[in-house]
């Protein structure tokens, strides 16, 4: 789960991370409000998006504090698009409004969860701002996953960064709280780019970025109640909201399978027969009749899918259950769509037999393989 700039800078603000003076704006009425009582002759405008690269787009800008509400007015309902979003752009509901800072130098930091070895990492570099993608690969420090960051590393990365003074130990408190933040939030990415160097001395958080763990959301009730739906495919939220692992692709065969491993293998085959997945779309193990269908409704709710897959072992499920999920939710699609079935396991011959007498289109097989192929058959034949 992402969270807004906004959002990430009170985080950062309530573990002694610097940010600057600002406020968060959703309407020109709150706009105005905060004109009357603004202390600069500008402000820096930011557009609250869940991407990156939003300066290149015009997403961030300094203006006359007289010119905010005219500016939050134009932004607000608008889409934003930047590299990281397409074309389609994302919807601005908030703008963020912050003081200009005296800026003498910019640096790059953020603290990631490094699968390959298991444990966080620090990444740090000298180059931070709009040209990241341009410089120099960052600095990287693991973090002992028994012993935590340790002081050392942190003024050892700061002289490394060419930082002097008592800049050296701010950068070290600086890090460490960041350290603290990300353990604390279950976050997989805090990042700050840039890190300002101010012409005082001081560090300032000059952008946040925090990703959270789906998977430890069950103890981050504060932060889940931070997701912002808007920003999100509205099929991921809907399953999210039925607990299915869902996510969207840019093929035409729609997939419905339980278990994540064969979800993945079922995609392979699909891609090795010529077809594109429009979907990965776990049902879970132990899924039921009620979430098949639930399931398949949202996969057909895509008008660009032209067939579905469902691939199920009926390990703890049965095939019958998952066949009378089937029905009923085909029953109920407003459109003819062709369906490839699999089934193998716990009453796999009942299951095909209720999928037999349904008089659906479906085409039943007990291979993979061979399922794989005749979705992608089914699928070129519509156009």
Request: net charge neutral.
């Amino acid at each position: 789960m992402r969270l807004h700039e906004y959002q990430a800078k009170a985080l950062f603000a309530r573990y002694g991370l610097p940010t600057p003076v600002g406020s968060v704006v959703a309407t020109e009425d709150e706009a105005a409000r905060l004109c009357a009582r603004w202390r600069c002759p500008s402000c820096v405008v930011k557009a609250q998006i869940h991407a990156g690269a939003r300066g290149k787009a015009g997403g961030v800008r300094v203006v006359p504090i007289a010119e905010l509400p005219k500016t939050v007015r134009q932004w607000l309902g608008s889409r934003l698009a930047t590299a990281q979003t397409g074309p389609g752009g994302q919807l601005v509901t908030r703008v963020l409004v912050e003081e200009p800072v005296a800026v003498a130098s910019e640096l790059y930091l953020a603290c990631v969860v490094d699968r390959r070895l298991g444990k966080r990492m620090i990444l740090a570099g000298t180059q931070g701002g709009v040209g990241i993608e341009e410089g120099s690969a960052p600095l990287q420090i693991p973090i002992d996953s028994l012993k935590g960051f340790s002081p050392y590393q942190g003024r050892a990365l700061a002289k490394a960064l060419h930082l002097s003074g008592r800049l050296v130990g701010a950068f070290g408190d600086f890090v460490a709280h960041l350290v603290d933040l990300t353990i604390a939030t279950d976050a997989l990415l805090v990042e700050i780019n840039p890190l300002m160097v101010t012409t005082e001395g001081t560090l300032v958080a000059g952008d946040g970025k925090i990703e959270i763990d789906d998977n430890a959301l069950w103890r981050q009730p504060e932060l889940d109640a931070e997701r912002d739906p808007q920003q999100s495919d509205q099929k991921d939220e809907q399953a999210r909201a039925l607990g299915l692992q869902y996510i969207a692709l840019d093929g035409d065969i729609g997939c419905l399978v339980n278990g994540a491993g064969l979800a993945m293998a079922t995609m392979d085959l699909i891609a090795l027969a010529g077809g594109r997945p429009a979907n990965f779309l776990d049902v879970g193990g132990g899924t039921t009749a009620q979430k098949v269908a639930e399931a398949l409704a949202l996969l057909v709710s895509d008008r660009r899918v032209k067939t579905v897959l469902v691939n199920i072992f009926g390990g703890i499920v049965r095939c019958d259950l998952i066949a009378e999920g089937l029905v009923l939710a085909a029953n109920g699609f407003g459109r003819s769509l062709p369906i490839v079935v699999r089934l193998v396991g716990t009453r796999r011959e009942e299951g095909q037999k209720i999928l037999a007498e349904s008089g659906l289109e479906v085409d039943v097989t007990d291979s993979l393989q061979d399922a794989a192929e005749k979705a992608v058959r089914r699928a070129g034949a519509i156009v």
